[in-house]
């Protein structure tokens, strides 16, 4: 049984949402992902670092993305295995006012300490 204080058709439409958004970043962002090339002799060695840099934390962000992302899937599956707002630790029900702020949420407070 899902947590029976929370809105589950909402959480859904809200995981679904931040799901698309988080894919539609990914898209928008890949090409700040891409090896940077740039011409020695016309840029000079700062402004390659800072090309560098920006692709680097450009990757770490996509990273941040696809995580996200696994959570959100996971989520959802315990949505559909009616398990949504179990804790893993403890087996507890999560807060509904934690799973409504933040629907990722795998421990209670208590086990999250």
Do not use: Y
Not at 45 to 58: E, I, N, P, T, V
């Amino acid at each position: 049984m899902n947590h029976p204080e929370v809105d589950i058709v909402a959480i859904r439409q809200k995981l679904l949402a931040l799901e698309v958004s988080l894919r539609e970043e990914s898209i928008e962002s890949a090409a700040s992902r891409e090896t940077v090339v740039l011409d020695q002799t016309s840029v000079g060695r700062l402004s390659r670092m800072d090309a560098l840099q920006g692709q680097a934390m450009a990757k770490a962000e996509e990273q941040r993305r696809q995580m996200t992302i696994k959570r959100i899937s996971g989520a959802l599956q315990r949505i559909e295995q009616e398990n949504f707002g179990e804790c893993i630790e403890c087996g507890e029900w999560i807060g509904a006012k934690r799973l409504t702020w933040d629907p990722l949420a795998l421990k209670c407070i208590e086990c999250a300490e």
